[in-house]
């Protein structure tokens, strides 16, 4: 008779073993996930939101055209945003790519892109010209209008080429600042210095 001795291969040590791999293996996909959406800046896709959001490495999110900021956590595929000392926003991410986004409310979802550098210039800015306060508003659609105080003065179209906007008529070379709460408008004859509201 032909004795067949088995081998154990379960042992505590394999065991230990293969409880660190996959450990090793979740907690490198949770980093990975935290890396496709951390330190960029998303730009909403949806037809009436002008959202421009950044999840930061530091535990922040950022919304540059509501000047928010508040604390936030993403673990595995929520993200739990802390807007008040009594409210916490719980988000769930659906899908991330290296360049697009989507979350989720649980009631919708929110479409993001890779913000462009001409999606910062959308939402609302202040200068002030002559001594008055004006606001200046460029919407996704493409069109601007500039208000002093409560009333329109001017509207238009605004484009982009290059490093340059056309505003109406007038065409400007722009530069953003590093937080793109700043931009610099440079025309023929003047320059203009406008801050994100």
């Known amino acids: 008779m032909l004795m067949v001795r088995h081998k154990n291969y379960f042992t505590m040590e394999n065991f230990k073993l293969l409880s660190v791999i996959v450990i090793a293996i979740l907690l490198n996909s949770c980093s990975s996930l ?7 800046w998303w730009y909403e896709v949806s037809n009436y939101g002008d959202d421009i959001i950044m999840f930061t490495s530091t535990g922040k999110v950022i919304n540059i055209n509501d000047d928010d900021k508040y604390s936030c956590q993403i673990e595995d595929s929520k993200i739990n945003i802390h807007v008040s ?3 916490t926003e719980n988000l769930e991410i659906m899908s991330v790519t290296e360049t697009e986004l989507i979350i ?3 009631k919708s979802e929110m479409d993001y892109r890779i913000a462009k550098q ?3 210039i959308i939402g609302k800015w202040k200068t002030s010209i002559k001594g008055e306060k004006v606001t200046i508003i460029f919407k996704k659609n493409n069109d601007w209008e500039m208000r002093v105080g409560y009333s329109v003065s001017k509207e238009g179209v605004y484009s982009f080429s290059a490093n340059k906007i056309k505003i109406s008529e007038e065409e400007y070379t722009y ?3 590093e937080d793109y709460m700043n931009l610099e408008l440079t025309g023929k004859e003047n320059l203009v210095l406008i801050r994100k509201i």
């Open 34 to 40: 935290q890396k496709k959406v951390q330190d960029k």
């Open 85 to 87: 000392d009594k409210k």
């Open 104 to 106: 989720s409310n649980g």
């Open 118 to 120: 001409n999606d910062f």
């Open 175 to 177: 530069k953003f600042s």
